[in-house]
């Protein structure tokens, strides 16, 4: 792959994919600039749905494959797709995190990164230069993930994007199992009982914010802190979060694409680093 576009003076774009459980993301940089972004389903056959992914930006960019000097898959189906490279999604999440919110706050970088997917959730802690220092990883049951929420919101008869801004002042009613049996069974209850849904939604997500904090706590949370993965994107989830632990969470509205951004910015590094060992 890429053949056609290493030489020395032709540009450089790379693409990152993130092939998720539920959805895969794919990113085009050129040079330093993130020039643009997709997400489509992952579906049944995680490698072709990659491939069509990075093929439809490319071609919406006016670009086809030749014209790619390097691409770098990440995430759980990361060896499905074509690519040139292959890297963990902890490295990925800790380099486009580091872009997205590269300012942090008050000027510092970001420290410490807990991302929520389709079906695992993640802690990295980073040092002041932006190097993984520890990570933390949930990838054995879907509790508190963008999947529990998804079939939590099918209980109780409505969609993830209402989780996504419950009322300020409305109090979270507890739910004490955060496994997606039980938590089905005990919503059925509390529903029978007539507890009302948006606090029982509340609850649902101060439980993810529970866990996710306790995730946070044990790798050593240091601020400025960053929230990535599509469930970042409930204006509720993230109140909670803060709430909990006492100090700003950061979003971004391209927060999902923290990995595939991540892959294409080290696919960029890997390239220019070859074009430097061809120099010699």
């Known amino acids: 792959m890429g053949t056609v576009a290493d030489g020395a003076d032709a540009p450089l774009w790379t ?21 643009d972004r997709l997400v489509v389903p992952t579906g049944w056959a995680p490698g072709e749905t990659g491939n069509e992914a990075c093929a439809q930006l490319l071609a919406r960019n006016g670009l086809t494959r030749d ?28 380099v486009g995190a580091g872009r997205l919110f590269r300012d942090g706050e008050g000027g510092r ?16 802690a980073l040092d002041r230069d932006g190097n993984v220092v520890n990570f933390l990883m949930n990838d054995k049951c879907a509790a508190g993930t ?9 209980m109780l008869g409505c969609t993830l994007a209402d ?6 002042d409305l109090e979270p009613h507890a739910v004490s199992s955060m ?8 919503v059925v209850g509390l529903l ?26 044990r790798v050593g949370l240091h601020e400025p802190v960053a929230f990535t993965g599509g469930v970042s994107q409930s204006r509720s989830l993230v109140r909670l979060l803060e709430r909990r632990l006492g100090c700003a969470v950061q979003v971004s509205p ?20 070859g074009r430097e060992s061809n120099r010699r």
């Open 15 to 35: 693409v990152g994919v993130d092939i998720g459980s539920v959805g895969v993301k794919a990113a085009l940089v050129l040079g330093a600039e993130w020039i």
């Open 67 to 94: 014209d790619v000097v390097r691409t770098v898959a990440t995430g759980y189906g990361r060896n499905a797709v074509e690519a040139d490279a292959r890297v963990t999604e902890i490295s990925c999440h800790a």
């Open 109 to 124: 970088s970001v420290r410490t990164i807990l991302d929520i997917g389709g079906q695992d959730s993640k802690v990295i």
């Open 146 to 154: 963008g999947r529990f929420l998804q079939n939590m919101a099918v």
């Open 163 to 168: 989780f996504s801004s419950l009322p300020d």
């Open 179 to 186: 496994c997606t049996v039980f938590a089905e069974t005990e």
């Open 192 to 217: 029978a009982r007539g507890v009302d849904k948006q606090a029982l939604s509340l609850g649902l997500l101060d439980a993810v914010a529970s866990r996710a904090e306790g995730m946070l706590r």
């Open 254 to 273: 391209d927060s999902q694409f923290a990995g595939a951004l991540g892959a294409a910015l080290l696919a960029r590094k890997q390239a220019l680093r």
